[in-house]
């Protein structure tokens, strides 16, 4: 295990720069990522229900785990925060396809939790998790 524990905040240039947050926070090789809404690179809820915000806001996580050196199977545990249970139930399998489409099929350990509103108001999810990333891929941002 790498023995830096001190935190190194994660960043990706891709993602909307963060102010009062980090995307992620890196801490030996448990990198701890910041939840993640909808917004695109513009700052924005994408458009078009549930499945499309699934699609985005888990793509920002995703981002940020790459962007220090991991990949999907690292994810060790997500929480995915909702403001509609039922339309995320009822979207199921749509929203498993999306998850094995950009992880594949390996699924971490999950809690869904139904909450009366996110940041950003038009957000329906908000999804955050923890992963390890062995030393052999770990990138350590430059702090």
């Known amino acids: 295990m790498n023995a830096d524990l001190t935190p190194t905040a994660v960043n990706p240039a891709v ?3 963060p102010t009062g947050y980090s995307h992620g926070t890196l801490s030996g090789n448990t990198l701890y990522l910041g939840g993640q809404t909808a917004l695109d690179k513009d700052m924005r809820i ?9 699609r985005q806001a888990f793509g920002n996580v995703l981002t940020t785990l ?24 009822a979207h199921g399998r749509e929203i498993g396809a ?18 009366t509103g ?6 329906m999810i908000e999804i955050l998790g923890v992963a390890v990333i062995p030393d ?8």
Not at 66 to 89: K, N
């Open 98 to 115: 999306v998850w094995r489409e950009l992880a594949g099929p390996v699924y971490p350990a999950m809690a869904g939790i139904g909450t």
């Open 118 to 123: 996110l940041w950003q108001p038009d957000a």
């Open 15 to 17: 993602l909307p720069t």
């Open 46 to 54: 994408v458009p078009g229900g549930i499945v499309e915000q699934f």
């Open 66 to 89: 790459r962007e220090a050196g991991g990949i999907p199977e690292d994810l060790v545990s997500i929480t995915i925060f909702l403001t509609d249970i039922p339309d995320y139930q």
């Open 136 to 143: 052999d891929r770990l990138v350590r941002p430059v702090a």
